[in-house]
């Protein structure tokens, strides 16, 4: 079975352009987070989507990130103007739907790492 | 301002021996907290975790303990090997809630483990 897989593996950008990251999740896991790690710091949750709605977007840091996951399969994350404290590595997570009160296993992709110059 | 935290950056230890990794919360209504291993140029891969009801959960090599007065868990590798040598990421969040995948990390604690 395919593990979380996450497209591009790094991408490097000049200030003011635009990157597109990609997440697919593990089949049938209706669960999918993104989360950054900056600078060798604490991975912070960025935002969380059941199927195609956004659960949860509290984590994303200004209106210049922008999360999509239509159709509830794969998920895009957009960043647009880049700028400098972008920089880090992005990593998207995807788990089973359980329900309130259960927990289950949350599973990584590799990460994109973004540079932003 | 950081929920979880993790205030040594690294460890040391020889192979055999036992790590313990710390790690402090501030937040009372986290009631689950996890431990993650990390590979350079790897995700975080599920260690153990374990409920705010219990203290001690243990998963062959590795232990982890709660405390919950104190705010703080530990992590036990023992005996530790060669191949421990990652990253160790502290995670915690609120099962009551629908959104328990949404972890609060601390900033890791890099373990070398040296023959």
């Known amino acids: 079975e395919a593990g979380v897989t996450q497209f591009p593996s790094h991408s490097v950008i000049e200030k003011g352009q635009t990157v597109t990251l990609r997440c697919d999740p593990i089949?049938?896991?209706?669960?999918l987070y993104w989360y950054r790690r900056v600078m060798g710091k604490e991975i912070k949750f960025l935002l969380h989507?059941?199927?195609?709605?956004?659960?949860?977007e509290s984590g994303m840091p200004n209106n210049r990130f922008l999360a999509e996951r239509t159709g509830g399969t794969y998920s895009t994350l957009k960043v647009q103007p880049a700028e400098l404290e972008d920089s880090g590595v992005y990593f998207c997570?995807?788990?089973?739907?359980?329900?309130?009160?259960?927990?289950?296993?949350?599973?990584f992709g590799e990460g994109s790492r973004l540079t932003v110059l | 301002d950081q929920q979880v935290k993790q205030n040594s950056p690294s460890l040391s230890v020889q192979e055999g021996r036992i790590s313990i990794l710390n790690c402090d919360y501030t937040?009372?209504?986290?009631?689950?907290f996890l431990w993650y291993k990390k590979y350079p140029a790897e995700g975080p891969t599920f260690l153990i975790s374990?409920?705010?009801?219990?203290d001690k959960n243990e998963d062959g090599r590795f232990t982890v303990f709660l405390n919950k007065s104190a705010k703080h868990l530990s992590l036990h590798i023992v005996p530790s090997q060669p191949g421990d040598s990652a990253v160790y990421f502290c995670?915690?969040?609120?099962?009551?809630?629908?959104?328990?995948?949404?972890?609060?990390f601390g900033a890791g604690t890099q373990v070398v483990v040296t023959p």
């Open positions: 997570a995807s788990s089973q739907h359980l329900g309130q009160g259960r927990t289950g296993e949350l599973f």
């Open positions: 089949s049938g896991h209706d669960n």
């Open positions: 989507f059941v199927k195609e709605s956004k659960q949860d």
């Open positions: 937040n009372s209504m986290f009631d689950y």
């Open positions: 374990i409920s705010s009801i219990k």
């Open positions: 995670a915690a969040s609120k099962i009551s809630t629908d959104s328990w995948g949404k972890l609060q």
